[in-house]
């Protein structure tokens, strides 16, 4: 028998070549089927610590402890535990005379980037307040120009919101 013969007949490596054929598209699906998962999971958790920190505000608890931007902005990080770096995080709040007046815009400026110097107003009772925090959640996986990314620094917004009417 010929070599060209016995080496058209040969499938001992086919396995390994089969493999190697979709292992890069594969692990690249596993990798951007896990972060997405992870990004709704966090925006998740962002969600669920605004609305848990705004209650403080919506039943008067932050304007009787005197509580200031940064405090709220603790209460928010403790909530979201060991997902979220708490110096990554912006947190804004406003009142609003009705609630046909809300700015539900997106903060960032030209470039893409978050001011620091959010307002901080809880308001009193009767007062419609909008709390939202912010977070840019870094993007790791980026298949063929396709990523979850959403500012021009790579990284993804996620923005979590609370409206109410303060108690009396």
């Known amino acids: 028998m010929s070599l060209a013969k016995r080496f058209r007949r040969d499938e001992r490596g086919a396995t390994a070549v089969e493999f190697a054929l979709i292992a890069l598209p594969f692990f690249a699906l596993m990798m951007a089927l896990l972060e997405t998962a992870i990004l709704f999971f966090a925006a998740q958790t962002l969600d669920t610590a605004t609305a848990n920190a705004a209650r403080l505000i919506r039943t008067g608890q932050a304007?009787?402890?005197?509580?200031?931007?940064e405090q709220f902005k603790e209460e928010i990080c403790d909530l979201v535990g060991i997902f979220m770096t708490c110096s990554d995080l912006r947190v804004e709040v406003?009142?609003?005379d009705?609630?046909?007046?809300?700015?539900t815009s997106s903060p960032t400026s030209a470039d893409g980037?978050?001011?620091?110097?959010?307002?901080?107003?809880?308001?009193?009772?009767g007062d419609i307040v909008v709390v939202r925090a912010f977070y840019e959640w870094p993007v790791f996986v980026n298949l063929l120009g396709s990523?979850?990314?959403?500012?021009?620094?790579?990284?993804?917004?996620l923005t979590a919101a609370a409206a109410f009417r303060n108690e009396p």
């Open 94 to 96: 406003r009142t609003y």
């Open 113 to 125: 980037s978050l001011p620091d110097d959010l307002a901080y107003e809880p308001g009193n009772g």
């Open 63 to 69: 304007q009787q402890q005197s509580l200031s931007a």
């Open 98 to 103: 009705d609630f046909d007046t809300v700015d």
């Open 147 to 157: 990523s979850l990314a959403d500012l021009p620094n790579g990284r993804r917004l």
